[in-house]
């Protein structure tokens, strides 16, 4: 079946490191890749989205890239900040359904 | 634009006692409607899921229900609560049948005691 495989954290980072978080999935054709993020105590925002190979979804310095030869959507920032400390979620669904897969979701730690 | 309200923000009940979490969205019509638990340090399970009025889809059977008595109106209830029933719930609604994001209300903080 389809699911969504992320690296288990904590991820712990100095300000001004360099991030990645790894997300792999498995599902037949082509479904659509988000990346939330979690604030302590609070819901889940979306960050960015990609909705076909080879897309690049950004927002506020994070990237990731819809690569469906590897079936990955890994989440980079290039300088992370204290306030990027969070809770990052990778997910997918398919157009026209109703249900979306998550991933297990991955915590990031940044110190100053 | 579109938000998204829970209430309440935070819940302390004894086991055994009835719930009533409620989620309502505005400045959208007809959306799918969804409600999650999410375990203390861990992911989002799906409890229910509902893409019209009086439309409930279930996916992990327990003690919770699920009503949507209006459009923009979900409901997640219990007659009788466990311990097991803990958790951070929240409500989500996505556009239908487009298969886009999920927009997240600010959740409601369960303690069963």
């Known amino acids: 079946g389809n699911s969504v495989t992320q690296m288990e954290g904590p991820v712990t980072l100095s300000e001004e490191a360099f991030l990645t978080i790894n997300c792999t999935y498995t599902a037949t054709g082509y479904p659509s890749l988000f990346w939330y993020v979690q604030y302590p105590g609070e819901g889940l925002q979306l960050l960015l989205k990609?909705?076909?190979?080879?897309d690049k979804g950004s927002n506020k310095g994070f990237e990731a890239t819809y690569r469906k030869e590897t079936t990955s959507f890994h989440l980079e920032k290039g300088s992370v900040q204290v306030s990027d400390s969070a809770v990052y979620f990778c997910?997918?669904?398919?157009?026209?359904?109703?249900?979306?897969?998550f991933g297990t979701g991955t915590r990031l730690k940044v110190l100053a | 634009s579109q938000t998204i309200h829970q209430w309440p923000a935070t819940l302390v009940q004894p086991v055994g006692s009835p719930l009533s979490l409620e989620c309502t969205v505005e400045g959208t019509s007809n959306p799918n409607l969804y409600w999650y638990r999410q375990a203390a340090g861990r992911g989002l399970q799906l409890l229910f899921y509902s893409v019209g009025i009086g439309q409930i889809s279930s996916e992990v059977p327990q003690n919770l229900s699920a009503s949507r008595p209006q459009d923009r109106q979900f409901i997640l209830s219990s007659k009788k609560l466990l311990l097991s029933d803990s958790g951070f719930y929240l409500c989500?609604?996505?556009?239908?049948?487009?298969?886009?994001?999920?927009?997240f209300g600010p959740g409601t903080r369960l303690t069963v005691t």
């Open positions: 990609a909705t076909k190979a080879d």
């Open positions: 989500a609604w996505s556009v239908q049948r487009e298969g886009g994001e999920q927009y």
């Open positions: 997910a997918l669904s398919y157009p026209g359904t109703y249900k979306y897969i």
